[in-house]
């Protein structure tokens, strides 16, 4: 596979995540995984194999009301194999309250995600980013007022 094909396959997974978790041409967003494919997500862990794949993103797609990716501003990362970075920002709203990338500069809509695809499958997605969408976990660090400063 190219680089941009790679490409194309995470920003599939992106926008069917935007689309609760159905794809562009009408199906389950777990049809971009292998059968052995392994996420992380933060707070809740490592899922491998498509029904605890699926089980994770049930979790965290229950909390989350919409979701919504910059993909205009994504930066990619191409290693030259089966890697590739996605760095980018998202808004949306959250079941504790609604997100914007950059609205407190220090809150939650920054993310980066390290895939590895092969075979137009994702067999690993490594998702790195605040799960505190809403920005309410602020009493447990000092240079955060909770002023909304």
Not at 75 to 95: K, N, Y
Not at 137 to 149: F, S, V
Request: hydrophobic residues 40%.
């Amino acid at each position: 596979m190219t680089d941009e094909q790679r490409k194309s396959v995470a920003l599939e997974y992106l926008k069917a995540f935007d689309n609760g978790g159905t794809t562009s041409s009408g199906g389950s967003i777990l049809d971009l995984f292998a059968p052995d494919a392994q996420v992380m997500f933060p707070k809740w862990g490592i899922a491998e194999g498509h029904e605890a794949i699926g089980r994770m993103f049930a979790d965290v797609g229950g909390t989350l009301k919409s979701i919504k990716h910059h993909y205009a501003e994504f930066t990619w990362i191409f290693s030259g194999g089966d890697l590739v970075v996605a760095e980018g920002t998202s808004h949306g709203e959250h079941v504790d309250g609604p997100w914007r990338a950059g609205v407190p500069d220090w809150a939650a809509g920054r993310w980066c995600d390290v895939f590895e695809i092969r075979d137009w499958l994702i067999q690993r997605c490594f998702i790195y980013l605040d799960p505190d969408y809403a920005g309410k976990d602020t009493a447990r660090y000092p240079w955060l007022q909770t002023d909304g400063a």
